[in-house]
């Protein structure tokens, strides 16, 4: 089973690049009050969730999920195109499935889920 090694959301809030390691697919964020730990876990969330449109409510540029040995990267941008142009299984655009169906064939989906 592959594992998540990092998230990166690039221009968050629309001044931050914050890069987030995490191990064994466990993370701890420790911080103060105001500094995004929520709103990065919602963003990794979101997108493992396939929340596309809570995902638009957060203001980033780019998020990117680092696997074993791969990676997937979504941009504002390409959720925004597609969303436009969604289909009718779920409201999820076409581009933005192929990239959850990734993760569903490396178990990153089930085992994020299923961890506590």
């Keep these: 089973m592959a594992e998540l090694r990092q998230l990166r959301i690039a221009n968050l809030h ?3 690049d914050v890069t987030i390691p995490i191990q064994g697919n ?5 911080g103060v009050n105001g500094l995004g730990k929520s709103t990065c876990i919602n963003a990794l969330y979101f997108v493992l969730s396939r929340q596309w ?12 999920l680092q696997l074993d040995n791969s990676s ?3 941009t504002r941008p390409t959720i ?3 969303s436009s142009r969604s ?6 655009p076409p581009s933005l499935r192929r990239r959850v169906d990734i993760l569903r064939a490396h178990d990153l989906l089930e085992a994020f889920v299923e961890a506590r």
Excluded: T
């Design 53 to 64: 449109p809570r995902l638009l409510q957060i203001q980033f540029d780019e998020i990117e």
């Design 72 to 74: 997937i990267r979504i």
């Design 80 to 82: 925004e195109e597609e």
């Design 26 to 30: 466990r993370l701890i964020l420790v």
């Design 14 to 16: 629309g001044a931050f």
């Design 87 to 92: 289909d009718d299984k779920g409201g999820m």
